[in-house]
């Protein structure tokens, strides 16, 4: 498929070089971009580079009060393309939003070619010694680390200092000083605290991402196995911590690139936070777009656009078309609607 044509756009405005509104435009949305064009000569041209964001409602009262009041009818759909310097705003008559949007997303999957997932995240690379006194410098590091991490955790706060220093060494790229600190702290915790204690889990969860980062796959995927088995025996399934350590864990096999596994993951964690806070919650809309992003690496374009719009969907009906993760579901749907872009 290589262009998809709409007619009967009239275009509203926002644009920073075309102010005039003007009816009886067709839209041709190809690999380029999106032009609007007269019967015969060019209007407006939006390359796909030059996209932040995409937006079609069906036009109502929500779409008034979001986003003003048309000078249209109120049938066909509404359609944004948010730019660096304003927002274009075009209205199509005679097609309907969850149309527009299908031939939208049908067109972007088919244009895009067959689907090719992301691979497997590469080690990062070796640290760079400039001689024998950083090798010996990295080397007291090292061992200074893995000391802070063996002495006695005599309360929490102390456990909470030692995690954040932990966490800097991860930050700053120091995987090994992390490693070290994170390995021998959570032995302390298990011991101070019991290796089920929430907080002693939380350590393991920070050792099994550093892990990850250090490149270390096979073992952080161990690790973070075993903390949610263990979180979910002694909190429950459907637990905060346990919510985390999935989500964790989905994304640890998105690295490793096993899809499979990070989406079921996903979608274990939505069921449970469904049931418990609502389908339209912020937590719940937050796994959505967990998904929808795993889903878009996956190679699963057309999903990825559909869940997007669901997310989009639910933030609006609940008054939160401003929210992050509003803006971040608009910034993907112009992304993924241009067949140049790979995971």
């Known amino acids: 498929m290589s262009s998809l044509s709409i007619p009967q756009v009239t275009y509203l405005g926002g644009h920073p070089v075309r102010a005039d509104e003007k009816a009886g435009l ?30 079609v409602w069906q036009p109502g009262l929500d779409t008034f009060v979001l986003f003003g009041l048309s000078r249209v009818g109120g049938d066909g759909a509404s359609l944004y393309l948010h730019l660096d310097d304003g927002v274009c705003q075009f209205h199509v008559h005679g097609v309907a939003a969850a149309e527009l949007r299908a031939r939208l997303g049908s067109w972007a999957a088919d244009a895009a070619g067959p689907p090719v997932p992301l691979p497997a995240m590469p080690p990062p690379p070796p640290r760079q010694v400039s001689g024998p006194l950083d090798v010996v410098r990295m080397s007291l590091d090292l061992w200074r680390a ?8 005599p309360d929490r ?4 200092y030692r995690l954040s220093v932990a966490e800097n060494h991860r930050l700053s790229g120091r995987f090994g000083e992390a490693v070290a600190l994170l390995e021998a702290l959570a032995a302390g915790a298990a011991q101070a605290f019991g290796p089920l204690d929430e907080d002693a889990l939380k350590v393991r969860n920070a050792l099994g991402q550093t892990y990850l980062e250090a490149g270390q796959l096979d073992d952080g995927l161990d690790v973070l196995r075993e903390v949610l088995a263990a979180a979910e025996h002694r909190h429950g399934s459907d637990a905060e911590l346990t919510l985390v350590v999935r989500n964790n864990l989905a994304v640890a096999h998105q690295h490793a690139g096993q899809y499979a596994q990070a989406i079921e993951l996903h979608e274990q964690n939505i069921r449970h936070t469904e049931r418990n806070r609502g389908r339209d919650s912020l937590e719940t809309i937050g796994r959505r777009n967990n998904l929808a992003a795993t889903l878009a690496l ?15 969907d639910a933030l609006a009906a609940g008054s939160h078309h401003h929210h992050t993760l509003a803006v971040n579901a608009r910034q993907n749907l112009a992304i993924l609607h241009n067949p140049a872009w790979k995971p």
Not at 157 to 160: E, G, H, K, P
């Open 146 to 153: 893995a000391g802070l991490g063996r002495e006695a955790v």
């Open 26 to 55: 067709t839209a041709v949305v190809s690999r380029s971009g999106i032009l609007l064009r007269r019967r015969i000569r060019p209007f407006l041209t939006v390359t796909w580079p030059a996209l932040r964001g995409l937006e």
């Open 157 to 160: 706060s102390t456990l909470a």
């Open 298 to 312: 996956a190679g699963y374009r057309r999903r990825a656009i559909d869940l997007y719009w669901e997310v989009l």
